[in-house]
């Protein structure tokens, strides 16, 4: 079998270790459920080559906010094996129905906006009591 991996999938053999990935990361500093970006990056990365199911579905909490990227100094693209990984997981139907409902809601901000337009007064005049 021929492996053939892009650019970004083979980024992660830049990585050095360092942890300043974990250090900015705004997910990794609110939750023990994900492990952080050296992890969830090259690390499982590892592992995924192949296509390989994934170790588990912690990479599901990446907000995908790229806080990772910028600080890396080697240019490991952490964010995006985060999001290759995170596909993979729904098109092997890893993700619990729970977690799809709220992902597709999140990523549509202009839907949220529409279904929460109704209810906008009532939730100002809470917030502002
Ligand atoms: S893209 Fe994901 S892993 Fe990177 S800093 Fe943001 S939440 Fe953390
Ligand atoms: S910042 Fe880059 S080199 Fe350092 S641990 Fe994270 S991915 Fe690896």
Do not use: H, W
């Not at 990772?68 to 693209?77: D, S």
């Not at 290759?84 to 619990?96: D, E, M, Y």
């Amino acid at each position: 079998m021929t492996l053939s991996l892009s650019p970004m999938e083979l980024s992660l053999n830049q990585c050095i270790k360092c942890n300043i990935c974990t250090t900015v990361c705004p997910v990794s500093a609110v939750t023990d459920r994900f492990p952080g970006p050296k992890y969830e990056g090259p690390q499982a990365g590892r592992f995924r080559y192949y296509y390989q199911p994934a170790p588990d579905i912690s990479v599901d909490y990446c907000s995908g906010c790229r806080m990772c990227n910028m600080a890396c100094p080697t240019g490991v693209k952490i964010a995006e094996l985060n999001a290759r990984a995170r596909a993979n997981l729904v098109n092997q139907g890893k993700i619990p129905f729970q977690q799809r409902v709220r992902n597709n809601m999140i990523a549509r901000s202009e839907l949220l906006g529409k279904l929460a337009q109704p209810v906008a007064p009532l939730a100002n005049a809470i917030l502002s009591n």
